[in-house]
């Protein structure tokens, strides 16, 4: 399979504790996005990378995220002491050009007890 | 403000028929459109993309327009099949954007009745 692999594909924590998930992309791209979708809305952006480099990061990013993409490959996302409102699907996606489609992973899904 | 709209009330038809969906938008300048399709506890597949100016864009039994006056696309499914029954996106490219970081619709569910 060479499409978007997320782990893990649920996580359930306790609020106040330290999350993170893992994207690898397809790995031709050397573009990466994360998104966030919550029940019945679209998904939204977080952050991209190019190659190795986060060039872009949403407001929705609070100092208690942290996105990295060591050496262009996979990528990881990481929340420091998780809240309820944090509990959310994280997407990744990967493309090879801005005017290409983006091809999504199955996501995270994040529940806060 | 800037917004993005698609029907939140779900859509629901008969096998056979065609199901148009609609995707507004306000105070953006759009590259191109994109639609997806999104099955429960996955992510989005990517299934048509249109550009400025492009009017019409086709693949097997789905079209798509994309009117930059009205702001306005419409995304057409024919010969519509139980299978067919999703969550449908629309997401949008700002001319802007270099990353190319998409913004989504809330997206429309699509039941089709056998």
């Known amino acids: 399979d060479t499409g978007v692999s997320q782990n893990p594909r649920h996580k359930i924590t306790k609020r106040g504790q330290n999350v993170t998930f893992r994207c690898d992309p397809i790995?031709?791209?050397?573009?990466l996005y994360w998104y966030r979708q919550t029940l019945g809305q679209g998904p939204e952006f977080l952050t991209y990378?190019?190659?190795?480099?986060?060039?872009?990061k949403s407001r929705l990013l609070s100092d208690r995220f942290s996105a990295e993409r060591p050496k262009g490959s996979f990528s990881t996302l990481e929340i420091q002491r998780t809240e309820q409102g944090d509990s959310a699907m994280y997407l990744c996606?990967?493309?090879?050009?801005?005017?290409?489609?983006?091809?999504f992973g199955d996501g995270t899904r994040l529940s806060i007890l | 403000s800037q917004k993005i709209e698609q029907n939140s009330e779900a859509l629901n038809i008969q096998e056979g028929k065609t199901a148009t969906l609609t995707c507004n938008y306000t105070n953006y300048s759009p590259a191109y459109l994109q639609w997806y399709r999104q099955d429960p506890g996955r992510g989005p597949v990517f299934l048509l993309l249109?550009?400025?100016?492009?009017k019409e864009k086709r693949k097997e039994r789905l079209k798509v327009t994309f009117d930059t006056t009205l702001k306005q696309s419409l995304f057409h499914i024919t010969a519509s099949q139980p299978a067919d029954s999703a969550t449908y996106l629309c997401?949008?490219?700002?001319?802007?954007?270099?990353?190319?970081?998409?913004?989504f619709g809330q997206g429309t569910t699509l039941q089709v009745k056998p």
């Open positions: 997401a949008l490219l700002h001319g802007s954007s270099n990353t190319g970081k998409l913004i």
């Open positions: 990378f190019q190659n190795e480099a986060q060039l872009e």
């Open positions: 996606a990967s493309s090879l050009e801005v005017a290409q489609p983006q091809h």
């Open positions: 790995s031709e791209h050397n573009r």
């Open positions: 249109i550009r400025e100016n492009e």
